[in-house]
Protein backbone atom coordinates (compact mmCIF):
# COMPACT_ATOMS: atom_id res chain seq x y z
CA UNK A 1 0.00 0.00 0.00
CA UNK A 2 1.71 3.40 -1.17
CA UNK A 3 -0.69 5.20 1.28
CA UNK A 4 -1.89 7.16 -2.02
CA UNK A 5 -5.83 6.91 -2.29
CA UNK A 6 -7.87 6.83 -6.00
CA UNK A 7 -11.63 6.60 -6.04
CA UNK A 8 -13.34 5.01 -7.68
CA UNK A 9 -11.66 2.29 -8.51
CA UNK A 10 -13.67 1.53 -11.47
CA UNK A 11 -16.33 4.17 -13.06
CA UNK A 12 -18.29 3.54 -16.56
CA UNK A 13 -19.65 6.42 -18.23
CA UNK A 14 -21.13 7.66 -21.57
CA UNK A 15 -19.89 9.18 -24.65
CA UNK A 16 -20.41 13.22 -23.54
CA UNK A 17 -20.47 13.29 -19.93
CA UNK A 18 -18.47 14.59 -17.22
CA UNK A 19 -16.58 12.63 -14.10
CA UNK A 20 -14.30 13.84 -11.75
CA UNK A 21 -11.47 11.15 -10.37
CA UNK A 22 -10.12 12.16 -6.78
CA UNK A 23 -7.00 11.51 -5.59
CA UNK A 24 -5.99 11.84 -1.73
CA UNK A 25 -1.97 11.79 -1.45
CA UNK A 26 0.02 10.50 1.16
CA UNK A 27 -0.10 12.24 4.60
CA UNK A 28 2.18 15.20 4.20
CA UNK A 29 2.73 15.03 0.67
CA UNK A 30 2.62 18.63 -1.19
CA UNK A 31 3.26 17.14 -4.79
CA UNK A 32 0.51 15.39 -6.58
CA UNK A 33 0.86 14.06 -10.39
CA UNK A 34 -1.60 12.68 -12.45
CA UNK A 35 -0.86 10.48 -15.56
CA UNK A 36 -2.76 8.85 -18.00
CA UNK A 37 -2.00 4.84 -19.48
CA UNK A 38 -4.43 3.41 -21.95
CA UNK A 39 -4.31 0.13 -23.06
CA UNK A 40 -1.56 -1.21 -24.26
CA UNK A 41 -0.06 2.07 -23.79
CA UNK A 42 2.74 3.96 -21.60
CA UNK A 43 2.23 6.27 -18.72
CA UNK A 44 1.42 9.67 -20.09
CA UNK A 45 1.97 12.66 -17.96
CA UNK A 46 -0.65 14.67 -17.44
CA UNK A 47 -0.24 17.59 -14.89
CA UNK A 48 1.56 17.99 -11.39
CA UNK A 49 0.47 20.64 -8.34
CA UNK A 50 2.66 21.47 -5.47
CA UNK A 51 0.63 23.22 -2.42
CA UNK A 52 -1.81 23.99 -4.90
CA UNK A 53 -0.08 25.29 -7.41
CA UNK A 54 0.19 24.13 -10.91
CA UNK A 55 3.77 23.28 -11.50
CA UNK A 56 3.96 21.60 -14.95
CA UNK A 57 1.87 20.82 -17.41
CA UNK A 58 2.28 17.80 -20.09
CA UNK A 59 0.05 16.06 -22.55
CA UNK A 60 -3.71 17.02 -20.56
CA UNK A 61 -6.62 17.66 -23.32
CA UNK A 62 -8.17 21.27 -22.95
CA UNK A 63 -11.27 19.07 -22.10
CA UNK A 64 -9.10 17.57 -18.49
CA UNK A 65 -8.82 19.99 -15.99
CA UNK A 66 -7.72 19.56 -12.80
CA UNK A 67 -7.29 21.42 -9.21
CA UNK A 68 -5.46 20.65 -6.07
CA UNK A 69 -7.46 21.96 -2.54
CA UNK A 70 -5.89 23.56 0.43
CA UNK A 71 -6.20 19.79 2.37
CA UNK A 72 -3.77 18.33 -0.75
CA UNK A 73 -6.28 16.25 -2.09
CA UNK A 74 -6.46 16.59 -6.12
CA UNK A 75 -9.28 16.06 -8.20
CA UNK A 76 -8.91 15.26 -12.19
CA UNK A 77 -12.24 16.19 -14.32
CA UNK A 78 -12.52 15.04 -17.35
CA UNK A 79 -15.26 16.25 -20.41
CA UNK A 80 -16.80 15.88 -23.02
CA UNK A 81 -16.00 12.57 -22.81
CA UNK A 82 -14.94 10.23 -25.69
CA UNK A 83 -14.46 6.41 -26.69
CA UNK A 84 -10.59 7.26 -26.38
CA UNK A 85 -10.21 8.60 -22.95
CA UNK A 86 -11.16 5.13 -21.68
CA UNK A 87 -8.09 4.46 -19.50
CA UNK A 88 -5.68 4.21 -15.98
CA UNK A 89 -5.71 7.27 -14.12
CA UNK A 90 -2.75 6.96 -12.19
CA UNK A 91 -2.41 9.76 -9.29
CA UNK A 92 0.86 10.22 -7.35
CA UNK A 93 2.52 12.11 -4.84
CA UNK A 94 5.95 13.10 -3.33
CA UNK A 95 6.62 15.17 -0.42
CA UNK A 96 8.20 17.61 -2.89
CA UNK A 97 8.84 17.51 -6.72
CA UNK A 98 12.40 17.00 -5.51
CA UNK A 99 11.92 13.21 -4.40
CA UNK A 100 10.36 9.68 -5.13
CA UNK A 101 6.83 9.92 -5.94
CA UNK A 102 4.58 6.99 -4.87
CA UNK A 103 1.56 5.92 -7.04
CA UNK A 104 -2.28 4.94 -6.18
CA UNK A 105 -3.89 1.87 -7.36
CA UNK A 106 -5.77 4.03 -10.43
CA UNK A 107 -8.99 4.37 -11.63
CA UNK A 108 -10.22 2.65 -14.77
CA UNK A 109 -12.06 4.59 -16.81
CA UNK A 110 -14.36 3.28 -19.81
CA UNK A 111 -16.85 5.19 -21.80
CA UNK A 112 -19.14 3.69 -23.57
CA UNK B 1 15.40 15.21 -18.99
CA UNK B 2 17.48 12.58 -20.63
CA UNK B 3 16.29 9.81 -22.96
CA UNK B 4 17.35 6.67 -21.69
CA UNK B 5 17.65 2.77 -23.32
CA UNK B 6 16.26 -0.19 -21.92
CA UNK B 7 15.81 -4.01 -23.39
CA UNK B 8 12.54 -4.66 -24.05
CA UNK B 9 11.93 -7.64 -22.35
CA UNK B 10 14.05 -10.09 -20.31
CA UNK B 11 13.58 -13.47 -18.51
CA UNK B 12 15.09 -14.80 -15.66
CA UNK B 13 14.65 -17.87 -13.62
CA UNK B 14 13.00 -17.98 -10.13
CA UNK B 15 15.73 -17.72 -7.71
CA UNK B 16 18.19 -16.13 -9.69
CA UNK B 17 19.94 -12.26 -9.78
CA UNK B 18 17.76 -10.72 -12.47
CA UNK B 19 19.84 -7.33 -13.95
CA UNK B 20 18.63 -5.01 -15.80
CA UNK B 21 20.32 -2.44 -17.96
CA UNK B 22 19.77 0.60 -18.76
CA UNK B 23 21.53 3.28 -20.62
CA UNK B 24 21.61 7.47 -20.51
CA UNK B 25 24.51 8.33 -22.09
CA UNK B 26 23.30 12.01 -22.52
CA UNK B 27 22.41 12.50 -18.52
CA UNK B 28 23.33 15.53 -16.72
CA UNK B 29 25.36 16.01 -13.89
CA UNK B 30 22.23 16.67 -11.98
CA UNK B 31 19.96 14.36 -12.84
CA UNK B 32 19.14 11.10 -10.97
CA UNK B 33 18.52 7.63 -11.78
CA UNK B 34 15.37 6.14 -10.61
CA UNK B 35 13.55 2.93 -11.21
CA UNK B 36 10.08 2.00 -11.38
CA UNK B 37 8.17 -1.26 -11.92
CA UNK B 38 4.64 -1.85 -12.69
CA UNK B 39 3.21 -5.15 -12.16
CA UNK B 40 -0.05 -5.71 -14.44
CA UNK B 41 -2.20 -2.74 -14.78
CA UNK B 42 -1.37 -1.95 -10.93
CA UNK B 43 0.13 1.41 -10.10
CA UNK B 44 3.57 1.82 -10.76
CA UNK B 45 5.78 1.34 -7.43
CA UNK B 46 9.07 2.85 -6.57
CA UNK B 47 12.09 0.92 -6.49
CA UNK B 48 15.50 2.97 -5.87
CA UNK B 49 16.86 5.99 -6.96
CA UNK B 50 21.11 7.24 -7.39
CA UNK B 51 23.06 10.21 -8.14
CA UNK B 52 26.47 8.52 -8.56
CA UNK B 53 26.70 5.94 -5.72
CA UNK B 54 25.43 2.50 -5.86
CA UNK B 55 22.31 2.44 -3.78
CA UNK B 56 21.00 -0.56 -2.21
CA UNK B 57 17.57 -1.19 -0.20
CA UNK B 58 15.12 -3.81 0.59
CA UNK B 59 14.14 -4.43 -2.73
CA UNK B 60 17.02 -4.06 -5.25
CA UNK B 61 20.59 -2.64 -5.67
CA UNK B 62 21.38 0.04 -8.31
CA UNK B 63 24.81 0.19 -9.91
CA UNK B 64 25.71 3.09 -11.66
CA UNK B 65 28.58 3.50 -13.94
CA UNK B 66 31.47 5.83 -12.78
CA UNK B 67 30.99 7.93 -15.98
CA UNK B 68 27.03 7.95 -15.06
CA UNK B 69 25.96 7.19 -18.72
CA UNK B 70 24.27 3.53 -18.10
CA UNK B 71 22.91 1.76 -14.83
CA UNK B 72 22.01 -2.31 -13.65
CA UNK B 73 18.91 -2.68 -11.70
CA UNK B 74 19.69 -5.67 -9.70
CA UNK B 75 16.76 -8.21 -8.17
CA UNK B 76 19.42 -10.49 -6.22
CA UNK B 77 16.64 -13.35 -5.64
CA UNK B 78 13.96 -12.39 -8.22
CA UNK B 79 10.52 -14.81 -7.56
CA UNK B 80 7.73 -14.89 -9.50
CA UNK B 81 5.97 -11.53 -8.39
CA UNK B 82 9.03 -9.73 -9.77
CA UNK B 83 6.97 -10.46 -12.58
CA UNK B 84 6.92 -7.29 -14.31
CA UNK B 85 7.60 -3.85 -16.66
CA UNK B 86 10.49 -2.03 -15.38
CA UNK B 87 11.29 1.57 -15.80
CA UNK B 88 14.33 3.66 -15.92
CA UNK B 89 13.75 7.47 -15.28
CA UNK B 90 16.66 10.06 -15.31
CA UNK B 91 15.07 13.25 -13.73
CA UNK B 92 16.32 16.53 -12.18
CA UNK B 93 15.54 16.73 -8.92
CA UNK B 94 13.55 19.95 -8.56
CA UNK B 95 10.32 21.26 -7.60
CA UNK B 96 9.76 22.93 -10.75
CA UNK B 97 8.43 21.34 -13.70
CA UNK B 98 10.00 17.65 -13.60
CA UNK B 99 7.90 15.18 -13.72
CA UNK B 100 8.80 11.59 -14.29
CA UNK B 101 9.06 10.74 -18.11
CA UNK B 102 8.18 6.75 -18.42
CA UNK B 103 9.09 4.72 -21.72
CA UNK B 104 8.44 1.28 -22.65
CA UNK B 105 10.39 0.03 -19.64
CA UNK B 106 11.96 -3.61 -19.55
CA UNK B 107 9.31 -6.73 -19.65
CA UNK B 108 10.55 -9.09 -17.33
CA UNK B 109 9.21 -12.18 -16.77
CA UNK B 110 10.68 -14.30 -13.73
CA UNK B 111 10.10 -18.15 -14.82
CA UNK B 112 9.55 -20.94 -12.13
Known amino acids: DSGVTQTPKHLITATGQRVTLRCSPRSGDLSVYWYQQSLDQGLQFLIQ???????AKGNILERFSAQQFPDLHSELNLSSLELGDSALYFCASSVDGRLEAFFGQGTRLTVV | DAKTTQPTSMDCAEGRAANLPCNHS???????VYWYRQIHSQGPQYIIH???NNETNEMASLIITEDRKSSTLILPHATLRDTAVYYC?????????????FGPGTRLSVLP
Open chain 2, 26 to 32: TISGNEY
Open chain 2, 89 to 101: IVRVASNYGQNFV
Open chain 2, 50 to 52: GLK
Open chain 1, 49 to 55: YYNGEER
